[in-house]
């Protein structure tokens, strides 16, 4: 079992830079496939990024490839999203998670742990 802690949500400008913070207790992430989620009012729950368990390959949704960079500490058993030129439909709450099951999906219900999101606010 794994507890997921994000931090580093907040208020920016379009064009501006943001980096939030999964910190994982009990399992090290690398045990995982971990992602980051998002969801904006009134819209379901999608796939932003994701690093798959042990190889550690990166994957990321369409409309943030370029834009954000998902990658991990395994020392401090933490998950970064650095998100970058910020835009303002990148409004929405935040979330980590992690899948134990070997085989990868970005379906959110897939994953089994959530930490209990953070709020990202972009302002045009």
Known sequence: QVLLVESGGGL?????????????SGRAFSS??????????????EFVAAIRRIVGDLSY???VKGRFTISGDNAKNTVYLQMNSLKPEDTAVYYCAARSRVLFTTTPTAYEYWGQGTQVTVSS
Do not use: N
């Open 61 to 63: 949704a369409d409309s």
């Open 12 to 24: 920016a400008q379009a064009g501006g830079s943001l980096r939030l913070s999964c910190a994982a």
């Open 32 to 45: 995982y496939h971990m992602g980051w989620f998002r969801q904006a009012p009134g819209k379901e729950r």
